[in-house]
């Protein structure tokens, strides 16, 4: 579950996933049967290359020689009390923190694999707490300091709460 949190990675390509294809010397995991057809290539972020590195056995065939995850992933899920989570989720997620941690839409949907923009959208559900921090990177310094001045800083706006003019 990891290794897809942190590359968005489809439940397919991760099972299917070979050593030949985890380049440690580089840091990428190369992938050549995709949903579109499309070789691709995905950096691998220090966490993914460590779990990689760590694992046991020769590192020669499949990287994960079960074949199935099913079980693992539903106890995983069930053991954190989450309802209504499926695997294609993690993937969601993944491009969700990337966009809210200021990754560039255009580099996700290389990394995602994705052949639109409009597709790659579908998948950066931002938080609301994103949304209004980038609200407030677009405030004017007056409006700032004025909010400042009369003590409201950092006060959370609800439904309502905006003064009036």
């Known amino acids: ?25 580089r840091g990428v995991i190369r992938l050549e049967v995709t949903k579109s057809g499309r070789r691709r290539e995905v950096p691998m ?64 949907q290389q990394i995602l694999g994705h052949a639109s923009l409009a597709m790659t959208m579908k998948y950066a559900h931002l938080s609301p707490r994103h949304l209004r921090d980038e609200m407030e990177k677009t405030e004017s310094p ?4 004025s909010s400042r001045a009369q003590g409201r800083a950092h006060e959370p706006i609800g439904e309502g709460a905006l003064p009036r003019k």
């Open 142 to 145: 007056a409006e700032i300091t």
């Open 1 to 25: 579950m990891t290794v897809t949190l942190e590359t968005g990675l489809r439940k397919g390509e991760l099972l299917e996933l070979t050593w030949d294809r985890v380049d440690l010397n």
């Open 45 to 108: 972020r220090q966490v993914v290359y460590y779990v990689l590195s760590q694992l046991p056995g020769l590192h020669v065939g499949r990287v994960w020689p079960a074949g199935s995850i099913r079980t693992a992933f539903e106890n995983a899920v069930e053991a954190a009390q989450i309802e209504d989570f499926h695997f294609h989720d993690l993937r969601h997620h993944f491009a969700s923190w990337y966009v809210m941690r200021g990754g560039a839409l255009p580099a996700l």
